[in-house]
């Protein structure tokens, strides 16, 4: 199942960040330098006993680059960049949920981004599932669920 | 002819996207109108003409599915066409959008031509009900 996941997570997460971000990014299978982004967008998902959540780590670099090509505007504004995130994590749940709950048992709920510290401390003593280079930044996938939600 | 358009999303980011495609697309827009669910969208609908609408599934408070209800009991608001824009791929969720009177589906992530492409397929058809000729 974890294989699946993975394979999932990778496959929506290039996607989405080509599509509608027109950015390209390369597999890090053999993982990366540590350092957590100071952005961290959270996506709930709940359903059939469980309680899951994805989390997405951007550098500063990154979220700005990703609202600007997003937007098509040179400059963001900083709650601009967090709206931003929030619909990225919201595309990449999304797709994730209807790539692996064909039955519509499982729902999203409310993309949330955290920064700074708050950012640090969503994915303090997790393992990344998945890690992408992306123009030389890192995008760190991080995945959390448990029984009986 | 010029049509008046709604953009229902939580996201102002997602909402400004949208926007700018419809307006780099060539279309003869008139308005182009803005709310942040299904309830805010039912408000900016009280007080204002609507040709057609462009909706997110997934808000807080009222979500597309529940606007699209509203939508379908009122004579004046169930002729507006609805196309959907969403990252839910469920086949049941898009079948129940489609049941209760979505004219068309787009998947996010999506590209510009995509939302153009619907818009036009959808408000030729409306066109071609509305004059009897092709669009």
Known sequence: MKEILVRKLKEVTSEVLETMFYLVPEDLEGGSPRGEGEYVAEIPIEGSGTKAAIYLSFSSNLAEQMAANFLAEGEVSPPMIIDVLKEAANMVGGNLVSALDKRGKWKLGLSQVYQGVEAYGMVIGLEPICEFDVDGEILRVYATGRRGG | ?135
């Open chain 2, 1 to 135: 002819m010029s049509f008046n358009v709604l953009i229902v999303d939580d996201s102002p980011s997602m909402r400004q996207v949208i926007k700018k495609v419809i307006q780099i697309s060539g279309f003869d827009v008139g308005e182009l109108l803005e709310a942040g669910n299904g309830k805010e969208a039912l408000e900016v609908l009280s007080s204002n003409w609507v040709d057609v609408i462009l909706s997110d599934i997934h808000m807080p408070e009222m979500d597309g599915i529940e606007m699209l209800r509203r939508l379908s009991e009122e004579d004046l608001w169930k002729r507006i066409p609805v196309i959907m824009v969403s990252t839910e791929g469920r086949e049941q969720v898009i079948e129940e959008a489609k049941r209760l009177g979505a004219k068309g589906y787009v998947k996010k992530p999506f590209n510009p031509e995509q939302i153009k492409e619907i818009l036009m397929s959808v408000m030729g058809k409306e066109y071609e009900r509305d004059t009897g000729q092709e669009a």
